[in-house]
């Protein structure tokens, strides 16, 4: 089969290094990728944000017998409906179910009717009725912009004044643009031990009849050491998370991983691809913080080294609706991605900075904002480089993965240096 990824970061990279191990596979594209992708496959320049410019594409290519829609903004678009449309095979939701991710109003009243659990929350559409809200409510108490906001549109407010605020930001000012035309506010949720948040990053395979866990992870959001600063698209992950017992997963299937699949089912919305679950674990246990209709990034950086079973055949049985069929093996060590950034990001950054690299053969280099200029690496992107490692425990994943990255560097690399120790005991 040849197999085209859509996307440019980490995420699409590490896909494509899964597929690259199938022995179904035999070519591989980008569109439009990085200097990464274009090591294993043929980089595809066409903006996948343009439905038709990619179906043209699909027409003169009949080569291309699979296409993946890994990032949420063509899926919110109707990527997939579209090349469905002209028979193509794909795998990511359709809108109508990609709706889970893009708009937080509607996920928000999918759990309430349904009684998956997930913090309180209200939705309006009205600055002077959100307000009213708050002010009932006072702080601590969280915001979401109802539309897709680069992972920025929420904000964890601690007073009542940064509240206000942050509420005529997002539906006066429109800092997140038409994203907050319509607001959730909801209750803020507190970790059981960790205070402020434990969450864990639960993805699952479905093809709408039967849901697969994968492995856990934990993702780190803030640029700076010690969860300071400001939130990013996520500085490092591992794997897997350590509060993660299989009684847990037992119970998150049951109260929310099931009843969210036949949620969407019973709403004519029935979601085939990977489905991911945001999760915090409270005093009253495990609540659902966010869905994503796709894979996240760099969770999937740290999930995808560690799977035995073919990811090729895992995509195509979703497509064919035969998921119960596959069992997914895992390996049985854990995983480590240190994310290392252009100097700034998450505000402005410069690109075009030479990056050398020397010894990193403990680990698995997966790019994200990279390019070739003159024959050169250089940093094209906030989010450059994603060093993965895997060990037969974290500490031993840690410790390869900044060993590697002792070895790479570039004019004012950014990294953090405790990803992995986010729940460590003491
Ligand atoms: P999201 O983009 O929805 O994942 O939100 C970004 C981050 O905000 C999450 O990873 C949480 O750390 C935090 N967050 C979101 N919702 C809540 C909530 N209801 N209570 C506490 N923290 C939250
Ligand atoms: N790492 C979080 C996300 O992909 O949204």
């Given at each position: 089969m040849n197999v085209l990824v859509i996307g440019n970061g980490g995420r699409e990279h590490a896909i494509l290094l899964a597929l690259k191990k199938s022995p179904k596979v035999d070519k591989l594209y980008c569109m439009k990728g990085n200097a990464g992708t274009a090591q294993i496959a043929e980089n595809v320049n066409v903006d996948y944000m343009n439905i038709d410019a990619v179906l043209s594409f699909a027409e003169e290519h009949p080569d291309i017998d699979y296409y993946v829609v890994a990032p949420d903004d063509p899926l919110a678009i109707g990527l997939v409906d579209a090349l469905e449309g002209i028979g193509k095979r794909c795998f990511g939701p359709r809108k109508n179910a990609a709706i889970i991710e893009s708009s937080k109003a509607f996920s928000k009243s999918l759990m309430k009717k349904y009684g998956i659990p997930t913090a309180e929350a209200e939705t309006f559409d009205s600055y002077d009725k959100a307000?009213?809200?708050?002010?009932?409510?006072?702080?601590?108490?969280?915001?979401?912009?109802?539309?897709?906001?680069?992972?920025?549109?929420?904000?964890?407010?601690?007073?009542?004044?940064?509240?206000?605020?942050?509420?005529?930001?997002?539906?006066?000012?429109?800092?997140?643009?038409?994203?907050?035309?319509?607001?959730?506010?909801?209750?803020?949720?507190?970790?059981?031990?960790?205070?402020p948040g434990e969450e864990v990053s639960v993805l699952a395979f479905t093809d709408g009849k039967t849901i697969l866990p994968m492995i856990s992870a934990c993702d780190h959001k803030r640029a700076f050491d010690g969860d300071k600063g400001l939130n990013t698209g996520g500085m490092g992950t591992f794997s897997p998370c350590p509060f993660w017992t299989e009684?847990?997963?037992?119970e998150v299937l049951e109260t929310i991983m099931i009843p969210t699949m036949n949620a969407m089912n019973a709403e004519g919305r029935?979601?085939?691809?990977?489905?991911?679950?945001?999760?915090?674990?409270?005093d009253k246990g495990m609540k659902v913080v966010e869905y994503n209709s796709r894979f996240g990034d760099p969770?999937?950086?740290?999930?995808?080294?560690?799977?035995?079973?073919?990811?090729?055949?895992?995509?195509e049985a979703v497509t064919d609706e035969r998921l119960s069929e596959i069992k997914i093996e895992w390996d049985k060590g854990a995983c480590v991605c240190v994310v290392l950034a252009s100097g700034g990001y998450p505000l402005s950054y410069t690109k075009g900075k030479e990056i050398t690299i020397g010894?990193?053969?403990?680990?698995?280099?997966?790019?994200?904002?990279?390019?070739?200029?003159?024959?050169?690496?250089?940093?094209?992107?906030?989010?450059?480089?994603?060093?993965?490692?895997?060990?037969?425990?974290?500490?031993?994943?840690?410790?390869?993965?900044?060993?590697?990255?002792?070895?790479?560097?570039?004019?004012n690399m950014q990294y953090r240096s405790d990803i992995g120790i986010k729940y460590r005991k003491g």
């Open positions: 307000l009213e809200y708050v002010r009932l409510k006072g702080a601590p108490i969280v915001l979401k912009a109802d539309g897709l906001a680069l992972g920025k549109g929420v904000l964890v407010c601690e007073t009542l004044k940064e509240a206000e605020e942050g509420l005529k930001e997002i539906m006066l000012d429109k800092a997140f643009g038409a994203a907050g035309n319509v607001i959730v506010v909801e209750e803020c949720l507190r970790g059981l031990k960790y205070v009684a847990l997963e037992k029935t979601f085939k691809g990977c489905l991911y679950f945001g999760l915090m674990r409270t969770e999937t950086q740290v999930i995808l080294p560690m799977l035995k079973t073919d990811l090729m055949e895992i995509f010894d990193t053969k403990d680990a698995i280099l997966v790019h994200a904002g990279t390019a070739i200029k003159d024959g050169k690496l250089v940093t094209n992107g906030g989010r450059v480089l994603d060093v993965v490692a895997k060990g037969s425990d974290i500490e031993e994943a840690r410790a390869k993965a900044y060993n590697a990255v002792s070895n790479i560097n570039w004019e």
